[in-house]
């Protein structure tokens, strides 16, 4: 578990809002019940904005979306988490939305940016349901590794969200 302020929540009507999604290609395939989007992908919900090269999703038999899997060099989203809050921005390689259990995976040189604080890691869970933050390094020795996390979970709290 992350020392420091707590995980970003959502504004409240963003769930509420419809997603919008563009792509420079789509396809869909009802037998897999799958759609797979290529070529600067953008998704938005409310305040949530996503960018990425790839983006797969994946419905229920009552289709609803259960999965979201979006690749980039690397995906950007950001959102805001209250009215008049600054944007909190994440990005990694690779980012999975799992609907059903409310879990948010970030996987490869994922970060989390906040105004208080920014957590590196290799991968970056957030459940959305428990309100909490995992993340977790990928225990080697840092060769071949960015320079700032060199294979471990990295914390940064701004001087502003220190109690004094």
Same mark, same amino acid.
């Given at each position: 578990?992350?020392?420091?302020?707590?995980?970003?929540?959502?504004?409240?009507?963003?769930?509420?809002?419809?997603?919008?999604?563009?792509? #420079?290609?789509?396809?869909?395939?009802?037998?897999?019940? @799958? @759609?797979?989007?290529?070529?600067?992908?953008?998704?938005?919900?409310? @305040?949530?904005?996503?960018?990425?090269?790839?983006?797969?999703?994946?419905?229920?038999?009552? #289709?609803?979306?259960?999965?979201?899997?979006?690749?980039?060099?690397?995906?950007?989203?950001?959102?805001?988490?209250?009215?008049?809050?600054?944007?909190?921005?994440?990005?990694?390689?690779?980012?999975?939305?799992?609907?059903?259990?409310?879990?948010?995976?970030?996987?490869?040189?994922? &970060?989390?940016?906040?105004?208080?604080?920014?957590?590196?890691?290799?991968?970056?869970?957030? #459940?959305?349901?428990?309100?909490?933050? &995992?993340?977790?390094?990928?225990?080697?020795?840092?060769?071949?590794?960015?320079?700032?996390?060199?294979?471990?979970?990295?914390?940064?709290?701004?001087?502003?969200?220190?109690?004094?």
């Amino acid at each position: 578990m992350l020392a420091g302020p707590p995980p970003t929540r959502a504004l409240p009507t963003d769930r509420e809002q419809a997603i919008e999604l563009q792509a #420079d290609r789509g396809w869909l395939n009802e037998q897999t019940r @799958s @759609s797979r989007y290529e070529g600067h992908v953008v998704l938005t919900q409310g @305040s949530l904005r996503l960018e990425g090269d790839r983006m797969e999703l994946y419905y229920t038999e009552d #289709d609803r979306v259960r999965l979201v899997i979006m690749e980039g060099q690397p995906v950007r989203g950001r959102q805001q988490p209250s009215p008049g809050a600054a944007e909190h921005e994440a990005e990694a390689l690779r980012m999975e939305y799992h609907a059903a259990e409310g879990r948010i995976l970030l996987i490869g040189n994922a &970060v989390i940016r906040r105004p208080q604080a920014t957590v590196q890691a290799d991968r970056i869970e957030y #459940d959305t349901i428990k309100n909490t933050v &995992v993340a977790q390094g990928n225990g080697s020795t840092g060769e071949g590794q960015e320079e700032t996390q060199n294979g471990r979970v990295k914390l940064t709290i701004q001087p502003d969200a220190i109690a004094r």
